[in-house]
């Protein structure tokens, strides 16, 4: 079965420091990953995928994720974080080898960027 | 392209009222998806078309909960009989059909079952 998990509930970081987001994974086949962005009374919000390729993609904002296959890690990072990414972030996969579409998504965690 | 629409942005009902939500999807969107998430979760899957065929349920779909995609373009979600326990937030999404295609999610419908 698909799974994703978010170890941490919440991460605090000062603003200009470097940010980590930690997002662990299973399923049965290829892996297809994501990280959504979600703000207070907002919907949930597209940052970056990894399909296939450069285990590093580039996202929205300024964030960049990197694909661990033998850690079966997708962690989150931004060299230098905003105040403004204060927000709940959620790790997706989707599993398409198994012939279900959906997306699996984290429990979220919460970034915290003090000025 | 307006994005994906939900609505009601919000709902307050009584227990054992029955409710519905409408979802609007990007018009060319052929994927279309309902999660709900709860407060301090992630969103949890409920149920997903393509085009108007509903192709999968969670369990926790429930009986007293349906969703329709009639003509392929904007989908509903009905509760019947709402308990206290169906308060969350509904989000709709849709996508293209693909593996490298990303999901776009409304901003959803609040539940609240007094």
């Known amino acids: 079965a698909q799974s994703v998990a978010q170890p941490e509930d919440q991460v605090n970081v000062a603003e200009g420091n470097p940010l980590t987001v930690k997002c662990t994974y299973s399923v049965s086949g290829n892996p297809y990953l994501f990280w959504y962005v979600q703000y207070p009374n907002r919907g949930l919000q597209f940052l970056l995928k990894y399909i296939t390729g450069d285990n590093l993609v580039k996202g929205s904002y300024g964030f960049e994720a990197e694909f661990n296959k033998s850690q079966t890690s997708f962690h989150l990072k931004k060299p230098s974080a905003l105040v403004s990414d204060s927000a709940l972030y959620f790790c997706?996969?989707?599993?398409?080898?198994?012939?279900?579409?959906?997306?699996?998504f984290g429990t979220g965690t919460r970034l915290k960027v003090l000025a | 392209d307006t994005g994906v629409s939900q609505n009601p942005r919000h709902k307050i009902t009584k227990r054992g009222q029955n409710v519905t939500f409408r979802c609007d999807p990007i018009s060319e969107h052929n994927r279309l998806y309902w999660y709900r998430q709860t407060l301090g979760q992630g969103p949890e899957f409920l149920t997903y078309?393509?085009?108007?065929?509903?192709?999968?349920k969670s369990r926790l779909l429930s009986d007293r909960f349906s969703a329709e995609r009639p003509k392929g373009s904007f989908s509903t979600l009905e509760i019947q009989r709402t308990e206290q326990g169906d308060s969350a937030m509904y989000l709709c999404a849709s996508s293209l059909v693909g593996a490298e295609k990303k999901a776009f999610f409304g901003q959803g419908t609040r539940l609240t079952v007094v």
């Open positions: 997706a996969v989707r599993d398409e080898a198994s012939g279900t579409y959906k997306y699996i």
């Open positions: 078309f393509q085009n108007e065929a509903q192709l999968e």
